[in-house]
């Protein structure tokens, strides 16, 4: 489904019934035309994948089973997607991806799901319970990443602005960076290992906190 000034175009429906051991499949696509400026999404324990693309558009996908759906709205440029349960609330199974231009604003919010990113910058936030998160490729930017016990794997091409990772109780933290000079703060109760950068008092803030699991920073 296009957005085109007020009115609403279906760009893509599908929806597979898969046999009777099987529930049904739904998938639908939207693109989103205008100057959307943040994309929030919230999936349960759907997995998000969100690709950064040249242009103007914003494409979502969505792909779920057995009765689960999704809804969207759009206000003042900020674009709101999520997995919406049988009983009306937020969250279950549905899948979500996202094509957006890297200059895009992005939040997302899982359970169990696992969020992969590529390709982004500017400013970003991830949170899971227990979801892996994969941040890759990512140009200068202020990034956030939690989760509760999910491992934390992100890599910028460019050197980032802010980088805040939290992995909770057990979640493994991996960051890579250009090599340079950076502002460490490092707490975890597995091992620490950094190398390829520099600590000290300038250059961009990286803080990596995890109770039990092991915090990686490599320069390349």
């Not at 919406?84 to 919010?109: K, M, R, S, W, Y």
């Not at 949170?127 to 989760?147: H, N, Q, V, Y």
Request: negative net charge.
């Amino acid at each position: 489904m296009r957005r085109d000034g007020m009115g609403w175009v279906i760009c893509g429906l599908l929806s597979v019934a898969c046999g009777d051991d099987h529930p049904e499949i739904n998938s639908e696509s939207y693109e989103f035309q205008g100057a959307i400026h943040t994309v929030v999404i919230n999936a349960g324990s759907g997995s998000v994948v969100l690709t950064g693309k040249a242009g103007s558009l914003v494409s979502v996908s969505f792909s779920s089973e057995g009765g689960d759906s999704f809804q969207f709205e759009e206000v003042a440029g900020r674009l709101s997607v999520g997995s919406l349960c049988q009983d009306g609330t937020l969250g279950c199974g549905t899948d979500v991806a996202v094509l957006a231009p890297p200059g895009t604003d992005f939040e997302i919010f899982t359970d169990s799901g696992p969020v992969t990113v590529t390709g982004m910058d500017v400013i970003g936030r991830i949170e899971t319970t227990s979801g892996a998160i994969f941040a890759l490729d990512l140009g200068p930017m202020i990034l956030s990443t939690r989760s509760l016990s999910g491992d934390h794997q992100v890599t910028f091409d460019e050197v980032p602005l802010e980088v805040e990772m939290e992995g909770g109780q057990s979640g493994a933290l991996s960051l890579e960076v250009p090599q340079g000079d950076y502002q460490l703060d490092i707490s975890a109760g597995g091992t620490i290992q950094t190398s390829g950068i520099q600590d000290g008092p300038s250059g961009p803030e990286l803080t990596l906190s995890t109770n039990t699991g092991d915090v990686t920073v490599t320069g390349r």
